[in-house]
């Protein structure tokens, strides 16, 4: 594999010409005769959060574009006579995903992802704080591992989204259909198929909708741990309601509940705290950020990325980068046993069940002193004024007792 800086001169060589020709979802690598090596077709996005001049840290989501092409110079089925192809796809100002393909004798699959961006692409990455000193360009590469395989002589296939995460740069994607070591200069009509799809659709029942009001979630722990120890300490249980408009063109609001049993990690800085919580059909991304002039953490971002098998448009991608909800001081915890509904786009609202949180500052994994939302202290006023009033209605009832009382001793005193 070739080192991160044997890249850069490539990259600048790209950002030097530009892509001049366009390019269909098909991806063709062919060898020296012309003949197919890989083909590859589908869908891609490509999601991270950067840091600003501001000291601020911005999302942003890149999407593969038609004009995306197989960039040959770094595309091939043979390297050094090492029957290990690659196949290399090159877009914008900069950008590369790159799959480099192994096997042995029964199946082969895709041994590392890559992708490379371009920091100085003020089109995504507005005001981005310099990384390289000295240097026009800040190119960053990041590597991943993905679940893509397949039997030799076979397809591999895969309707559901394949999401891969590292260094804060999520790849998804989406209706995959992929091969290397070609032996017929055309895709295989023989699959297999990827795991998230599950059983061959011929063989199995459509699966019924999600209930429209499905029962409460359960409450999940989420601890999220860096070099400096624990950054964020959450128990909370979490809810996506989700309006869509489904393939027979009726628009329905469904919720899903997020399960304990779904995978999640975060990361830690010194302004900005990520809980990312995974499912087979979504990614779930909070971002908590620091006030450090009034020492108070709030939820800022949330972003969903989440695929709906009965929608029309099947991926679904919703964000809101202006949040400040779950506000406390830092080193104390936001507590709140009232459900919280937090507006995210028009078709997402964030469901909140039973929260504790605390980020930035825990102190040996536990909780600090509890902030109450108002919503729980509005909650006692309820009983408080119900108190207030019967206590009145006694205290009334007592002086109406002593003063008929004091009249009727009247009548009985001597002449």
Same mark, same amino acid.
């Given at each position: 594999m070739a080192a991160p800086g044997a890249w850069r001169p490539l990259l600048l060589l790209l950002l030097a010409t530009g892509l001049a020709h366009g390019a269909s979802a098909l991806f063709v690598v062919k060898d020296s005769n012309g003949t197919a090596c890989i083909m590859a077709s589908f869908s891609a996005s490509f999601n991270t959060f950067y840091e600003t001049t501001a000291r601020d840290f911005r999302n942003v989501t890149i999407m593969l574009p038609p004009s995306a092409q197989v960039l040959s110079s770094n595309s091939s089925c043979d390297r050094g006579n090492a029957s290990e192809p690659r196949l290399t796809i090159a877009f914008g100002s900069g950008y590369l995903l790159m799959l480099n393909f192994t096997r042995n004798a029964t199946r082969y699959r895709v041994q590392n992802m890559r992708f490379a961006y371009n920091l100085s692409d003020t089109q995504y990455f507005n005001n981005a704080s310099a990384k390289d000193a000295g240097q026009s360009l800040s190119i960053h590469s990041v590597d991943f591992t993905a679940d893509i395989k397949a039997d030799i002589n076979k397809t591999f296939r895969c309707l559901s989204a394949i999401r891969v995460h590292n260094d804060n740069v999520t790849i998804t994607l989406l209706d995959a259909t992929i091969q290397a070591y070609l032996s017929n200069n055309n895709f295989s009509k023989e699959e297999t198929r990827c795991t998230q799809d599950g059983p061959s659709p011929t063989t199995v029942p459509p699966s019924p909708s999600p209930p429209l009001v499905p029962t409460n979630p %359960? #409450? =999940?722990?989420?601890?999220?741990?860096?070099? /400096?120890? +624990?950054?964020?300490?959450?128990?909370?249980?979490?809810?996506?309601?989700?309006?869509?408009?489904?393939?027979?063109?009726? %628009? #329905? =609001?469904?919720?899903?509940?997020?399960?304990? /049993?779904? +995978?999640?990690?975060?990361?830690?800085?010194?302004?900005?705290?990520?809980?990312?919580?995974?499912?087979?059909?979504?990614?779930?991304?909070?971002?908590f950020k620091m006030n450090t002039s009034s020492s108070q953490?709030?939820?800022?971002?949330?972003?969903?990325?989440?695929?709906?098998?009965?929608?029309?448009?099947?991926?679904?991608?919703?964000s809101n980068h202006s949040l400040r909800a779950l506000q406390a001081t830092v080193g104390n915890s936001y507590k709140c046993n009232t459900e919280e509904h937090i507006h995210i786009s028009n078709n997402f609202s964030l469901n909140i069940f039973r929260i504790q949180v605390q980020a930035f500052k825990v102190e040996s994994d536990r909780f600090g002193s509890v902030e109450e939302c108002v919503q729980d202290g509005n909650n006692m006023l309820?009983?408080?004024?119900?108190?207030?009033?019967?206590?009145?209605?006694?205290?009334?009832?007592?002086?109406?007792?002593?003063?008929?009382?004091?009249?009727?001793h009247a009548g009985y005193q001597t002449i």
């Open positions: %359960t #409450v =999940t722990k989420y601890n999220v741990t860096g070099e /400096n120890g +624990t950054c964020l300490l959450a128990s909370m249980a979490l809810q996506l309601n989700i309006t869509y408009l489904k393939k027979d063109n009726m %628009t #329905v =609001t469904r919720a899903f509940n997020v399960s304990p /049993n779904d +995978t999640y990690s975060g990361s830690c800085g010194p302004q900005v705290v990520t809980l990312k919580v995974e499912s087979k059909n979504s990614v779930l991304e909070l971002m953490f709030f939820l800022h971002d949330v972003e969903l990325n989440m695929t709906l098998p009965d929608a029309k448009d099947p991926t679904l991608m919703a309820i009983p408080i004024a119900v108190g207030g009033a019967l206590a009145g209605l006694v205290l009334i009832v007592l002086i109406a007792y002593l003063i008929g009382r004091k009249r009727s």
